[in-house]
């Protein structure tokens, strides 16, 4: 008989996603606080001298915002380990690296379609209420590329979180290690000075890519898109790795 | 058919399944018996690759469990009736388990209400019951309509009509041809249930018999007679081993009922009774399993 077909495994895993109220909690705060964020932001902005920079103002609350993406992608794993449901998950699926593929898909999509739909607020927001030269138009390249850096950042944070979830295991451990590798740790090496401390500072996944890194130790947006991405693929790999060897 | 091949699973202080060879026969109920600790729901979990075992292997079906396309229709599962997210609901548990294995969402509905859980299928599994998460579990075991069934204490904290249903379901599916693993540690569930049995101590085989030979073994025969003296003499020279009980009754073991009918007859004896005694699977578990019992109870 042929292997089950990925799809099906996608349906399976939404289902999982979309069942518990987890999702809908850490959904509807995203919304919340990133579009609320957005519009204070742009209206506090008298004006601005360029479009991208409006723009990227208006995206302030994907700094904070971005957690609840930390705390949806660790509990899509970690609940499963917490309740023992990762025994049903196994038996039905015993390739286990393809399920976690399958998982991390379905969450980092997630992610990626919130955050789309939060950047066109955002964007309408720095457009209505931020005076620009020349207006924010939707067809501007730069503002183009800050939309889509963002959108793109928060489907790697939903990976990162997962695959500190599938390390890690507990709820509190993966959390916590997502929460102060993205939020506490780059603005605390920015702070502590020195060279060394902002080369950490830059070298850590924070929420905000780029130019403006939310407190952190700015970057040029390809090379914090570089390190969030490796950090990603490194710790997805890890965890891949653990699932497979462990016993549950 | 489950076939164990010296399956051993060691854990850093001791060991959990101690080389291990079993076959599973399809076609009737297996009950898998063994004290608390004596290694069943570890050498389960190995079979379904749960756990990775030290040595040895666990093929369902002639594979390796990991390498089964579509598990859930070879081989339906129950380790844990707790193992579930307790924020979803009964459906929607079944529908990922099904849609993971491409199965279609009707068989959802199907199982639901072969266990009797309509009622409470879109509730949250978090007020559920021990014996309902029992019910819910048998239900995503049954969801790919599997060849082989595992099942791991399914009648814990099931009320009588519970054990009854599960009884006939896995009558019925052993009856189908369907390979029929249970465990359990309530002996006369298993009494009524198993055809065969495979006893486990301290992750030892103990036995590996049909159930008919284990009780056999531990049978004997009780004659009455108001000329017992004479008949204990007549069937200890016919080479049993005769036994006077309190009630005034002969128990005999060594000789089956109509030989101890045939003495009885010869030596002119009359009969006021003559009945095979079955020993109780519990006795003969008891003295299987006697030194192989990992936690017991010391007297002060």
Known sequence: MSRVPFGALLRSEWTKLRSVQATWWCTGLYLLVVGAAGWLAAASTDGAAQADIAVQTALTGFGVGQLLLVVLGVLAVTTEFASGQVLVSLTAVPRRTRLLVAKTVVVAAWCVLLSAVLVVVCALAARTLTAVPGGVRPTDPAVLRTLGLQVAAAGLVGVLSVALGAVLRSTAGSTGAGVALTFVLPPAFALAGGEIASRVSQGLPALRVGQDAFLAVGTPWPVGMAILGAWAAVVWVGGAVLLERRDV | ?300
């Open chain 2, 1 to 300: 058919m489950i076939e164990l091949v010296g399956l051993t699973k060691a854990y850093r202080t001791r060991v959990a399944v101690d080389d291990l060879t079993v076959t599973v026969e399809p076609g009737r109920v297996t009950g898998f018996l063994g004290p608390n600790g004596s290694g069943k729901t570890t050498t389960m979990r190995c079979v379904l690759g749960l756990t990775r075992p030290t040595s040895g292997t666990a093929r369902v079906l002639g594979r390796p469990y990991r390498e089964l396309a579509r598990p859930m229709r070879r081989v339906g599962a129950l380790i844990d009736p707790r193992a579930r997210h307790p924020g979803r609901t009964a459906h929607a548990h079944l529908l990922a388990l099904a849609q993971s294995n491409a199965l279609p969402p009707r068989r959802v509905d199907h199982v639901i209400e072969m266990v009797g859980l309509e009622s409470v299928a879109h509730e949250r599994v978090r007020g559920f019951s021990l014996g309902m998460g029992q019910r819910l579990g048998i239900a995503a075991a049954l969801l790919g309509d599997p060849d082989v069934l595992l099942l791991d204490e399914p009648v814990n904290g099931l009320d009588p009509e519970g054990i009854r249903w599960v009884r006939e379901l896995l009558r019925d599916l052993a009856d189908e041809g369907r390979t029929v693993l249970v465990s359990s540690h309530l002996m006369s569930e298993m009494e009524d249930t198993a055809d065969h049995l495979v006893v486990l101590g301290r992750g030892r085989l103990l036995a590996d018999v049909p159930m008919a030979d284990l009780l056999g073994a531990h049978s004997a025969v009780r004659v009455r007679s108001p000329q017992a003296p004479l008949l204990a003499s007549a069937l200890r020279r016919a080479g049993g081993i005769v036994e006077l009980q309190l009630d005034g009754s002969l128990r005999v073991e060594g000789l089956d009922v109509p030989r101890v009918g045939d003495v009885a007859f010869e030596a002119g004896v009359r009969l006021h009774e003559l009945t095979r005694v079955t020993a109780s699977l519990e006795a003969a578990y008891l003295a299987l399993t006697g030194d192989d019992v990992e936690y017991r109870a010391v007297a002060p």
